[in-house]
């Protein structure tokens, strides 16, 4: 057990923990944080995904001992802000959510990558999204929702 | 008023994007339980002896004594255990559950647990028919004593549902009624299994489905399984349990799609298929479940998409000591679908002809029998769409280019159907659906059982209910179903969801849209066959569905020359489902239909070695990224059923359908060799390149 301190949704939290619990359990049952899903546990499907200084990470293999000091935005908090408002819209617009479980972390890889990259070509969104599985929607339709996304925010990223 | 087809956003997309949305691993309750279960480290055997580690204080283990009522789950064909009594019949058969607070206490517990085996030579062959069935049509086996005669077999694998989140109940008891919330398809499949288990009165058991991350058909019949397990736990220990599995433990125990053998043979007369003998095997795995329903799916769409006069058709389920396999997308027409497209080509081939042509010649038109002598009532638009797949592909040009090419590039077609609903009887004679409204002042309240697992049933029923009473969408409710409210309107299985629920829903409410004005009041419907539809379930005789939804796929794939890794760079999709209620939705659904479809056809690899599934996590077994999916054009027909609401049809399954035959034929033609098996993997092509038939 030890003592971190990190930046949760813009505020300062501090927790006494076993730094190897992963980040994704803390956020869950610590922060009843449920927007971060668990999908497969071992980095592969991006269901947990959240940005650590505004980068996309998959917190299920996210020891918490690695977030000391660092930002962490989970849906929740992103789902305050503007961009994220933006990135919604365009989700809904295109039809690029089906059951919904990988859909938050599907607008983190989002973020993470118009953060990056405000206008990505096709071929640079689906490198952006292929830490993130969708068995729903053959992914088309995602894709179309990020770039509506990168056209109605302009200027936003 | 606008067109129902006309896209609205979907009613729980805010939920969903914003996380809000709640599935089962998400609910927290006072003083919760976790269970993991115990399982065989054998595939068949009798267990000697279980040495439970000494069981801290508030921990528990739940095993078959524990069952007040039968230890079997209730699903179409009662043959699973609840809990093993002792036999071992595959690997990890669950045995019992360990029950109690802090889950590492838990894994520590878990793994002192020790199992002596009496072990017994496990059966992996297929040759335990445990279900065999048989049927004619016309001359049967007799047709084939004439004419030239061609042979193949075909084959295909496992394929894994992999909804993103894995399987997993929450239960808890107020007073007496066992509750149980849960990622599921069919709440009234998991309460009745419940009540035998627990042998309960109707009352004492209660059903909630959570926000469900993606089914398939993977949350059919196994939800029940582990429903009547936690039950039986939750009676034992009187307080909430989560049973919610990871993902190796759901890939290694969970229900798959049958691996098939098919054998076909056919006489051909005047350069026509004269009869069609075909024998299908699938590998049931340990239990039957709902092997046999998935066989009889399978052998009605013996004929494709085509009419062929004389049948021998018959099929076995095999038992062997693997995972028991399930419902899955499609249920048994993914398999037929991909042997006969690939047979009606290789005959095609064999004769000289060109295989489109061919295959347009023995096209099943409008009055023309299916293969169980019921009559394909409606129009068949499969003409018109397969012009408009020509024209807007440019098929024909890319076939013969491609052909020419040094890189191997190719293009397929595949042709097909689905049967729309239950097979048979079912509906009239188990289901019985039944629907309910309430209307409430300005307001209607939809009391069904359909859950919405991705597929949208919230925003389309609503949706219908609205334009039907020309009301706001706002004005019509629509909660996941809870059994205590709910009437029974069946399972959300079949692609019968909007074409039956929904035609009643949309009888229903236009019975509350004449009564509009009497106040608040209750409308219930029950499911009426159509008269015409008569169906004989032991001899396969007449309208095996009452509806048919068809589809025309075009793939065009890529194989690389030095790895054969195949890259689908193109599809086009165009399908009759009768009316779209949403077009965007069924698009969406569409889309991610093709995309297991094509996968199962190239990229999903799952096999079992001495019955053990050799692919346990998302690592091994590969789904397609983004990455791997390319643009995909998709074209909708309208054609009407008359007992559809606004003429819907099936939706669900058949977009699945057509994938595997085309990127097989695809590969095909980009090779030069001929596919018998799916998935078509680089290891298969470096056969075929080597050893192939051209
Ligand atoms: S749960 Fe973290 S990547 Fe799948
Ligand atoms: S919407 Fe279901 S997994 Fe993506």
């Known amino acids: 057990m030890a003592k971190i301190k990190f930046t949760l949704n813009n505020e300062v939290v501090e927790i006494d923990k076993d730094l190897n619990m992963r980040l994704l359990d803390v956020l869950r049952n610590d922060f009843n944080l449920t927007g971060p899903k668990e999908g497969c546990g071992e980095g592969e499907c991006g269901a947990c995904a959240v940005l650590l200084n505004h980068e996309i990470v998959n917190s299920c293999c996210t020891p918490l001992a690695n977030v000391m000091d660092k930002e962490i935005i989970t849906i929740e908090g992103f789902s305050i802000t503007e961009r994220y408002r933006i990135i919604k819209e365009a989700f809904a617009k295109t039809g690029g959510v089906q059951c919904g479980f990988c859909t938050p972390g599907m607008i983190i890889a989002t973020e993470s990558l118009l953060n990056k990259n405000p206008h990505p070509n096709d071929f640079e969104i689906k490198i952006g999204l292929s830490g993130n599985l969708c068995r729903c929607t053959g992914y088309n339709l995602i894709i179309e929702a990020v770039k509506e996304a990168a056209k109605a925010g302009e200027g936003l990223w | ?173 107020e007073t007496d009624k066992t509750t149980l919330i849960g990622s599921i398809q069919c709440p009234y499949y998991v309460k009745n299994a419940v009540i035998q288990a627990l042998g309960a009165k109707d009352d004492e058991v209660r059903v909630i489905q959570a926000a469900v991350g993606g089914a398939f058909g993977g949350k059919e019949e196994f939800p029940s399984l582990m429903a009547c397990q936690l039950a039986v736990a939750l009676k034992k220990i009187k307080q909430p349990i989560q049973l919610v599995y990871e993902r190796e433990e759901d890939m290694l125990v969970t229900t798959k799609r049958h691996p098939s053998r098919i054998n076909f043979k056919a006489s051909i007369k005047d350069n026509k298929i004269n009869g069609l003998s075909v024998h299908v095997g699938i590998d049931g795995g340990a239990t039957i479940g709902l092997s046999g329903v998935v066989l009889s799916r399978a052998l009605i769409a013996c004929t494709g998409a085509y009419a062929i006069d004389n049948l021998d058709v018959s099929g076995d389920v095999y038992k062997t000591n693997t995972v028991p396999n399930g419902a899955f997308r499609g249920f048994g027409a993914p398999q037929m679908f991909f042997a006969i497209e690939m047979f009606v080509e290789h005959i095609a081939m064999e004769l000289g002809l060109d295989p489109l042509e061919f295959s347009k010649s023995i096209l099943a038109k409008q009055g023309d029998y299916t293969s169980t002598m019921g009559v394909f009532r409606d129009p068949v638009l499969m003409p018109e769409m397969i012009e408009k797949a020509l024209e807007v592909s440019d098929y024909n040009n890319k076939k013969t280019m491609f052909k020419k090419q040094q890189n191997l590039k190719g293009v397929g077609m595949s042709l097909f159907f689905h049967g729309c609903g239950f097979t048979g009887s079912g509906e009239k004679n188990i289901i019985k659906a039944k629907v309910r409204l309430k209307k409430q002042f300005d307001k209607v309240e939809i009391l069904i059982a359909a859950v919405d697992m991705g597929q949208g049933v919230k925003t389309t029923f609503r949706k219908l209910v ?183 049809k099936g939706v669900g399954e058949l977009s699945l359908i057509g994938g595997a035959p085309a990127v097989a034929k695809a590969i095909e033609n980009a090779i030069g060799k001929k596919v018998f098996k799916i998935p078509v993997t680089p290891e298969y092509i470096m056969e075929l390149m080597k050893n192939g038939k051209d």
């Open chain 2, 1 to 173: 008023m606008r067109d129902i087809s006309t896209s609205i956003n979907k009613v729980d997309n805010d939920e969903k994007t914003s996380g809000k949305a709640i599935y089962v691993a998400d609910i927290k309750l006072d003083n919760m339980l976790y269970a993991f279960t115990v399982r065989s480290k054998i595939a068949k055997g009798k267990i000697i002896k279980i040495d439970y580690p000494e069981l801290p204080l508030g921990y528990y283990i739940v095993d078959y004594k524990d069952i007040p009522g039968k230890n079997i789950v209730k699903v179409i064909f009662d043959d699973m255990p609840i809990f093993t009594e002792g036999d071992i019949t595959y690997l990890y058969e669950p045995i019992a559950l360990l029950i109690g607070p802090d889950k590492a206490v838990l894994s520590k517990l878990f793994a002192e647990v020790k199992i002596e085996y009496k072990e017994e030579e496990p059966v992996f062959a297929w040759k335990d028919s445990v279900i065999h069935y048989h049927f004619d049509k016309g001359l049967g086996k007799s047709a084939l004593e004439e004419g030239k005669i061609i042979e193949y077999v075909y084959q295909t694998g496992y394929q894994e549902q992999a909804y993103i989140e894995p399987q997993g109940f929450i239960g808890y008891l």
């Open chain 2, 466 to 648: 609205a334009h039907i009473l020309e009301i706001d969408i706002d004005k019509v409710i629509f909660n996941n179903p809870d059994t205590d409210f709910v009437p029974d309107s069946g399972p959300t299985v079949a692609s019968r969801t909007m074409m039956i629920v929904g035609g009643l829903v949309a009888r229903a409410t236009k019975e509350v849209k004449d009564r509009w004005n009497e106040g608040s009041f209750v409308v219930e419907k029950q499911y009426e066959q159509p008269d015409y539809i008569k169906y004989d379930e032991s001899n396969f005789k007449g309208d095996a569905y009452p509806a048919y939804s068809w589809g025309v796929n075009v793939v065009e794939v890529e194989v690389d020359r030095f790895t054969y890794q195949v890259k689908v760079n193109k599809t086009w999709a165009f399908y009759d489902i009768g009316k779209a209620i949403d077009e965007r939705i069924v698009i969406g659904q569409a889309d991610g239909g093709l995309a297991q479809g094509l996968a199962y056809g190239y990229l999903e690899v799952m096999n079992h070695d001495k019955g053990k599934i050799m692919q346990k996590n998302m690592t091994d077994y590969i789904i397609p990224t983004a990455m791997d999916m390319c643009s995909m054009e998709t074209y909708l027909y309208e054609n009407p059923y008359a007992y559809g609401p606004y003429g819907a």
